[in-house]
């Protein structure tokens, strides 16, 4: 059964920092396309950052810059780091995986950042 269980989420000011993290069930690899998403209030999931099957990682526009992906395979866990965060990146931010053409998602994590 694949399991993905988020943490690290919380309430910071703007300007401020998170990193948040995904442990997943079983082993993951290096081009394993684990991804970061968020869904804000009424709005619909967006991607937030992804690694992809060549092992590169993507990031949506509005947090070029500011946040980075990273992943330890050692210890089955992915991260989110968060820098300068905005109003606007007040979300429930969830960690996806793909197995076998599947996508599986934890139950996510909510930050909200205060202006």
């Known amino acids: 059964q694949v399991q993905l269980v988020e943490s690290g989420g919380g309430l910071v000011q703007a300007g401020g920092s998170l990193r948040l993290s995904c442990a997943a069930s079983?082993?993951?690899?290096?081009?394993?396309?684990m991804a970061w998403y968020r869904q804000a209030p009424g709005k619909q999931r967006e991607l937030v950052a992804s690694f992809t099957s060549g092992g590169s990682s993507v990031y949506g526009d509005s947090v070029k810059g500011r946040f980075t992906i990273s992943r330890d395979t050692a210890k089955n866990m992915v991260y989110l780091e968060m820098n300068t965060l905005k109003p606007e990146d007040t979300a429930v931010y969830y960690c996806?995986?793909?197995?076998?053409?599947?996508?599986?998602w934890g139950q996510g994590t909510q930050v909200t950042v205060s202006s």
């Open positions: 079983g082993s993951i690899s290096s081009i394993d396309p």
């Open positions: 996806r995986r793909i197995v076998r053409g599947l996508w599986y």
